[in-house]
Structure formats: structure tokens, C-alpha cells
């Protein structure tokens, strides 16, 4: 029979082994912080999809011939289209516009510029298009479709900037930042998976190889002599 100042001191030894075994019966959850899943990448994701693309031309009421700077408009969009577009390429010039007469002169340039570049006859249509202000010297503009990688509009702001008791980003958060990345992609497929490996220039290997052997040749004999010197002392 125990005595009760043994009974006494073994109370709180049963206690702690009572809180061990309730312990091990709790429900555990992990905790979920708020900062973790809040990335501007996935709340403004940069997505690859076929879009028009629109290439404005400045044409003022004198021009007869493309000038350097309006061809140089014409061949980086026929560079992109070839690059990145199919289908049809549209010329659209103004109408009711003061200029509408020179437009029309340049689009002839505009068709030969496109077909010299590889664009076929039947993938070139001319169009015409209202003006907003009749007083304007509206551009002309070539459209086509083309693969290119965008985010969704910016400037959303549904939320007080000043409640942040979760730890969140904004909503408009590394938008325009993202913006600007899917802009500077050349080639959208790049976002897909790395290119295929090209081929070998096999003048340019031999040269670095030859330079390399040539240097560590040369590295050696200097090295040796500074060593002689040091031996003589």
C-alpha cells in the first residue's frame, strides 16, 4: 500500500503524462501564411496567344513615295509577320481624312515593300477605315495576326491599398512589370522550352581551340623561366 506522500508526489508526473497522450489526439494543421501563394507571376501570368497587331504609318497630305523612316515601319512589321504572324496583312487607309489621297499613293509602295518581303499577293487585301477627326492626318496602318506574349489589362484597384492585414500584394501588384517583359520576348515560343541546338561552326572552334593552346604555351615558357630565376637566387 502506498503511502500518501508517495501518492502526492506522483500527481504531477501522472498529469504530464495525461497532457502527452491528449497532446497526441489533436488535430494539427499546418499553418498557412498569407505572404507564400501571393505571386504577381500567377496573379498576372504572361500567356501566348494569337492577337492582332497594328503598325501605324504617319502620312502627311504632300507624300508620293515612302520615305526612309515610313519603309523602315513597313519592314520591321514584315519582319515580325514572317517571324511570327500568317494569314492575311491588311493595309488600311484612312478615309475622309485630308490626307487620304497620299495614303492611297503610298500603299502601292507599301504592297510592293510586302511582297518583295515574302508576303504572297493573295495574303494582301487594302482597306479603308473611318477617321475620328476629319481635320486629322490619320496613319496608315498595316494589320495582321501574329503569336505574340501578353498579360491582361493593368489598373485594377479594387482593394484600400492601406488594408494589408494580410500581408498581400495589391492587386495591380508587378503588372506593368510584367507587361514590360512580354513585351522585350522575341520569340514567344522561347517561353514554351529552350530551342533546339544549331549547328557547330567549325572554323570558330578550331580558332578558339588554336588561341587556347597557343596562350597556355606561351603561359608555360613564362612560368618555367620565372622559376629559373628563382632557382639562381
Same mark, same amino acid.
Given at each position: 500500500?502506498?503511502?500518501?506522500?508517495?501518492?502526492?508526489?506522483?500527481?504531477?508526473?501522472?498529469?504530464?503524462?495525461?497532457? $502527452?497522450?491528449?497532446?497526441?489526439?489533436?488535430? *494539427?494543421?499546418?499553418?498557412?501564411?498569407?505572404?507564400?501563394?501571393?505571386?504577381?507571376?500567377?496573379?498576372?501570368?504572361?500567356?501566348?496567344a494569337e492577337r492582332e497587331q497594328v503598325a501605324d504609318i504617319p502620312v502627311a497630305h504632300g507624300d508620293r513615295r515612302l520615305s526612309a523612316t515610313q519603309r523602315s515601319i513597313v519592314q520591321n512589321a514584315l519582319v515580325n509577320y514572317r517571324a511570327n504572324g500568317s494569314g492575311m496583312v491588311y493595309i488600311m487607309l484612312p478615309s475622309g481624312s485630308p490626307n487620304e489621297a497620299a495614303a492611297y499613293r503610298l500603299s502601292t509602295d507599301i504592297a510592293d515593300v510586302l511582297r518583295k518581303g515574302g508576303v504572297r499577293q493573295g495574303n494582301i487585301a487594302t482597306?479603308?477605315?473611318?477617321? +475620328?477627326?476629319?481635320?486629322?492626318?490619320?496613319?496608315?496602318?498595316?494589320?495582321?495576326? $501574329?503569336?505574340?506574349?501578353?498579360?491582361?489589362?493593368?489598373?485594377?484597384?479594387?482593394?484600400?491599398?492601406?488594408?494589408?492585414?494580410?500581408?498581400?500584394?495589391?492587386?495591380?501588384?508587378?503588372?506593368?512589370? +510584367?507587361?514590360?517583359?512580354?513585351?522585350?520576348?522575341?520569340?514567344?515560343?522561347?517561353?514554351?522550352?529552350? *530551342?533546339?541546338?544549331?549547328?557547330?561552326?567549325?572554323?570558330? *572552334?578550331?580558332?578558339?581551340?588554336?588561341?587556347?593552346?597557343?596562350?597556355?604555351q606561351s603561359t608555360s615558357e613564362v612560368w618555367q623561366e620565372s622559376r629559373s630565376r628563382q632557382a639562381e637566387y
Open positions: 500500500m502506498l503511502r500518501p506522500d508517495t501518492v502526492f508526489r506522483m500527481k504531477p508526473a501522472l498529469v504530464l503524462l495525461a497532457l $502527452a497522450l491528449l497532446s497526441g489526439c489533436a488535430n *494539427r494543421q499546418n499553418p498557412t501564411v498569407g505572404s507564400i501563394p501571393d505571386d504577381y507571376r500567377t496573379n498576372h501570368p504572361i500567356s501566348i482597306e479603308t477605315y473611318a477617321v +475620328q477627326s476629319p481635320d486629322a492626318a490619320a496613319p496608315i496602318r498595316i494589320s495582321y495576326y $501574329a503569336m505574340t506574349a501578353a498579360t491582361g489589362p493593368c489598373g485594377r484597384w479594387p482593394d484600400d491599398l492601406l488594408n494589408t492585414a494580410e500581408n498581400k500584394h495589391y492587386t495591380n501588384f508587378g503588372c506593368a512589370n +510584367q507587361n514590360n517583359l512580354a513585351a522585350q520576348i522575341a520569340n514567344p515560343a522561347d517561353l514554351l522550352g529552350p *530551342r533546339a541546338p544549331g549547328d557547330i561552326d567549325a572554323t570558330r *572552334r578550331g580558332n578558339v581551340i588554336g588561341d587556347y593552346q597557343d596562350h597556355s
